[in-house]
């Protein structure tokens, strides 16, 4: 049973724009959600994360939206630049419990 | 640099055979994760040790199996090996304060161990 969804799988963006990634989450006890960013032969690395108590978090160009009655958030990545380029996977967590449930994963392209 | 290694880097073995995956957490990390990479499955979590003990399991085939050694490294033993095995392995650590919020408890990972089964 996949407890996170994510969309969509790949994403191509000009420079300069925004990029947008989905996620919906099924299981109701999560309250930890975490965006990871990872390179091409490198591990995950945490983005940024959101707790479902606020409704936005920024940092820098990069924003998480979460809306949670209807189990659903989403990064914003404003002024998307050729080094954003990367995949990028949402994740779920339930308070007490360390373990992350990821979705499948958004390769995003920034073109030049 | 996630402070976490993990080695080898790189793993080519044949079906049928049994092979080590070893991981250092960060310095002052208890926990140990680890996690399965492959295209069509995304990051799937495998097994968790906490100071020693097993204490999450995740989609761990019955062939594979962990253990958190004194000094905190990890290691994930994978037997009697398939082409399907074949996948990116991911080491994390988190200090997991223990009963703290999730968000207390950042995953870091390491580089990964590519493990092809021929």
């Known amino acids: 049973q996949q407890q996170v969804k994510q969309s969509p799988q790949s994403l191509i963006v000009q420079k300069g724009g925004i990029s947008i990634i989905n996620c919906a989450y099924e299981n109701t006890a999560f309250d930890y959600f975490p965006w990871y960013q990872q390179f091409p032969g490198k591990g995950p690395a945490l983005l940024i994360a959101i707790r479902p108590d606020v409704s936005e978090k920024k940092e820098g160009r990069f924003t998480i939206s979460f809306n949670k009655s209807a189990k659903q958030f989403s990064l914003h990545i404003m002024d998307s630049q050729p080094g954003d380029s990367a995949t990028y996977f949402c994740a779920g967590s339930n308070s007490g419990y360390s373990t992350l449930t990821f979705g499948k994963g958004t390769m995003l392209l920034v073109s030049p | 640099d996630s402070g976490v290694t993990q080695t080898p880097k790189h793993l080519i073995t044949a079906t049928g055979q049994r092979v080590t995956l070893r991981c250092s957490p960060r310095?002052?990390?208890?926990?140990v994760y680890w996690y399965q990479q492959s295209l069509d499955q995304g990051l799937q979590f495998l097994i968790q040790y906490y100071n020693g003990e097993e204490r999450a399991k995740g989609n761990i085939l019955e062939r594979f199996s962990a253990q958190q050694f004194p000094d905190l490294h990890s290691e994930l033993n994978l037997s009697s090996l398939e082409l399907g095995d074949s996948a990116l392995y991911f080491c994390a650590s988190s200090v997991d304060l223990a009963g703290g919020p999730s968000s207390y408890n950042e995953q870091f990972f390491g580089p990964g161990t590519r493990l092809t089964v021929l």
């Open positions: 310095s002052g990390d208890l926990s």
